[in-house]
């Protein structure tokens, strides 16, 4: 998608939510990591029910420690992974102890370099917790910059660095968090809402669906006519 179009999508995006905000609740750079990395195959939804007990508990790397793998894994048995997360809860506190002084760090190498933290969760840290613009591709942004064709790419990778190109510096900021939004609750993976799209005349997706489905009541009561 040329730049023109790019700018043309996110402002249409902008002017429905000019100030979006990730769904994941935190309150400080440590929750919003620990939640980053608890959402993996996760939905937001789960991982906040479980963060809002774990929290109250644990909010520090240190708090984590003495709690332990053990404790952190009644919190979060809801999640999937949880055994493994909560392996790599212990180990991340540990980490930040002895690498960062227990603060995280605003770094994308160092972020990287923590148990359960990869380029995605790394990226949604700088972005949210330290203000930098960093797209984070899951799969919504994923499958978004793909069906639209505003960043095609056949890995997460490669449709970052696409969506760095194209998108104009103004909205890199909140991007990723207005394609995250849009492919979570418009643009859906197995029947995305077209006929409500704010984008979809930029939009070059060939299997549009411009009405929306009829109801089961509504197909009823045709029949029954």
Known sequence: MKKA???ELFLRLAEL???????????????LLVAVALSAQATDVSVNIATR??????????KMLALGEQGIREHIKTIGLFNTKAKNLVLMATQLIERHDGVVP??????????????????VVLNIAFGLPTIAVDTHVF?????TGLAPGKTP???????????????????????ILHGRYICKARAPECWRCPIVEICR?????????????????????
């Open 106 to 123: 605003a770094d994308r190498e160092a972020l990287e370099q923590l148990a359960g933290v990869g380029r995605k969760t790394a990226n």
């Open 157 to 179: 990778l490669e449709v970052e660095r696409k969506l760095a190109k194209v998108t104009p510096s103004e909205y890199l900021l909140h991007a990723h968090h207005w394609l």
């Open 17 to 31: 939510n000019p100030e979006p905000e990730g769904e994941l609740e935190w309150t400080s750079p440590y929750t």
């Open 205 to 225: 997706y060939r299997d549009k669906r411009l009405t929306p489905p009829r109801s089961r009541t509504a197909e009823s009561a045709d029949r029954a006519q």
């Open 5 to 7: 179009q790019a700018a």
């Open 53 to 62: 007990k774990l929290f109250r508990v644990a909010n520090t790397p240190d």
């Open 143 to 147: 499958r978004v910059a793909n069906r």
